[in-house]
């Protein structure tokens, strides 16, 4: 779907997951969402807080699953997706801290493979994602998955691309400071999900998204992925629909 511009997208994606959160707890279940950060998916959260603050949408049954978060870095950093999910939107509507699920970014590393197994399987273990956000990165990346990154890949430590490094370097203040590496749910988790919304704003992505949904299906481009998805959707701007 092109929308006018990224206020106009974000109310209908807002209300397309407002209609599922309604809908699994309306047949007593718990809504399994799948969270992404970076600037995109922004103005989403803030519809969702507008609904919960006028008493439309409760969060008191939705469980979480954030795509990623940066290895190594504390989970009070202002880079943080943790410290990121707080602001945006945790700290704002009445989800129980319990439900919401980031990977961590302070584990050591002999740890990580067992939590990222363990990350899945609570997934699994509630029958799965009934709904994942995405954004794009300039180089196809969904989630933290680089170029290169399989279409059965696991949830995992992923050496972030330099692209990555320097669109994210304006947050950390000079490439240097930018993690080298990010924990991300693998592609399969997102192929996984039962409904799958890509969004993407802004001339800046116009050249990669005419390539994840025109272009062919290859691990160069993780977001081309999504073409062999049975329910997913691109939710653009016109700045970013340009190409196609
Ligand atoms: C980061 C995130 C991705 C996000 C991408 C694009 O790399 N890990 O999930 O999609 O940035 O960010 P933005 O939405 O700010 O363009």
């Known amino acids: 779907s092109i929308f006018k511009d990224a206020t106009e997208a974000s109310k209908a994606v807002a209300q397309e997951i407002a209609g599922i959160i309604r809908r699994k707890n ?21 519809e969702l807080i507008r609904m919960y603050q006028e008493g439309d949408l409760s969060f008191e049954n ?31 509507v ?14 050591p590393l002999e740890k990580l493979s067992a939590f990222c197994q363990h990350y899945e399987a609570m997934i699994e273990e509630l ?41 994210a370097s304006g947050d950390f203040g000079s490439l240097a400071k930018v ?13 996984d999900a039962k409904r799958v919304v890509l969004l993407a704003f802004g001339e800046h992505k116009a050249e990669i998204i005419k390539k994840a949904i025109e272009g ?11 073409q062999g998805h049975v329910n997913v959707k691109f939710v653009l701007d016109e700045a970013s629909a340009a190409e196609l």
């Open 26 to 46: 309306a047949a007593g279940k718990p809504a399994v969402l799948g969270l992404a950060t970076g600037s995109t998916p922004k103005k989403v959260y803030a």
């Open 62 to 92: 939705v469980i979480t699953f954030n795509l990623d978060e940066y290895y190594h870095i504390e989970p009070d950093a202002v880079q943080s997706y943790h410290r990121f999910m707080k602001e945006q939107l945790f700290d704002h």
């Open 94 to 107: 009445n989800i129980l801290p319990e439900n919401c699920h980031i990977p961590t970014g302070t584990l």
């Open 127 to 167: 029958g799965g994602l009934d709904f994942q956000i995405l954004g794009i990165g300039r180089n196809g990346h969904i989630g933290f998955n680089e170029p290169g990154s399989l279409i059965n890949s696991r949830t995992r430590l992923m050496t972030l691309d330099i692209t990555t490094r320097i669109d």
């Open 179 to 191: 993690p080298r590496r990010a924990i991300t749910m693998g592609v399969k988790a997102i192929m």
């Open 216 to 226: 062919s299906v290859t691990e160069a481009v993780p977001a081309s992925y999504l």
